[in-house]
């Protein structure tokens, strides 16, 4: 059974700095995902990552995979308030196993 | 524009009562989804269908049941065997014969409360 694996579950951060999120999964994907979800609200998506060694980048948020160690993070650079949301990761095989995600809060 | 609509966005149900949450697409997916999410919690697969007349159960399927004679409609009906039905659930969809980077495509959910 794939197991998904975020952290932190939490994390308070100040504005201007650097923070990453770290997502194991346990057996080998087809693709791995990161969403962002604002309280209340459906999932946003940001990026899929396909192969290994991938690595994207939208604005503040860069996310990378690694096949091979089953990892893949979500790197943010100099944080700002807008960020403050909960991540998830997912990967996919059959279907799709979501981690249990990170609630993030930028501090002003 | 093509999308995923959920309907409604809140629903109340009464002990002991099955309601049915609607989903549709008009993106001509093969795949759709049901996730449930309980606060604070990532989402759980409730049922999945990749083709029309065909669906399979996820990891919570119990107190569950769904239908997919369409292939734009998935309805997922919470019945009375579920205990705890109080949660947002997401329902998603996929291209399944010709994939995209794009992935799964989400509703806005709905909202059930149990009063």
């Known amino acids: 059974e794939l197991k998904v694996e975020q952290n932190p579950l939490f994390l308070s951060m100040q504005e201007g700095k650097n923070y990453t999120i770290y997502c194991n999964y346990s057996?080998?994907?087809?693709?791995l995902y990161w969403y962002r979800q604002d309280p209340g609200k459906s999932l946003e998506s940001l990026f899929v990552?396909?192969?290994?060694?991938a690595v994207k980048q939208e604005g503040r948020l860069m996310a990378s995979l690694d096949t091979k160690a089953r990892l893949s993070t979500l790197h943010i650079t100099a944080a700002v308030h807008d960020l403050s949301a909960t991540y998830f990761c997912?990967?996919?095989?059959?279907?799709?196993?979501f981690g249990t995600g990170t609630r993030l809060t930028i501090i002003p | 524009d093509g999308g995923i609509t959920q309907s409604p966005k809140y629903l109340f149900r009464k002990e002991g009562q099955n309601v049915t949450l609607s989903c549709e697409q008009n993106?001509?997916?093969?795949?759709m989804y049901w996730y449930r999410q309980d606060p604070g919690q990532g989402l759980r697969l409730i049922y999945y269908?990749?083709?029309?007349?065909?669906?399979q159960k996820g990891d919570i399927a119990e107190g569950y049941s769904v239908s997919r004679e369409k292939k734009e409609s998935f309805p997922l009906t919470v019945t009375s065997a579920q205990k705890n039905p109080t949660a947002f659930y997401l329902c998603?969809?996929?291209?399944?014969?010709?994939?995209?980077?794009?992935?799964?495509?989400f509703g806005s959910g709905t909202r059930l409360t149990v009063v």
């Open positions: 998603a969809s996929r291209e399944v014969m010709i994939p995209t980077v794009d992935g799964y495509t």
């Open positions: 057996t080998t994907s087809d693709r």
């Open positions: 990552l396909l192969s290994n060694g």
């Open positions: 997912a990967v996919a095989r059959a279907k799709l196993t």
């Open positions: 993106l001509n997916h093969d795949a």
């Open positions: 269908s990749q083709i029309v007349n065909d669906f």
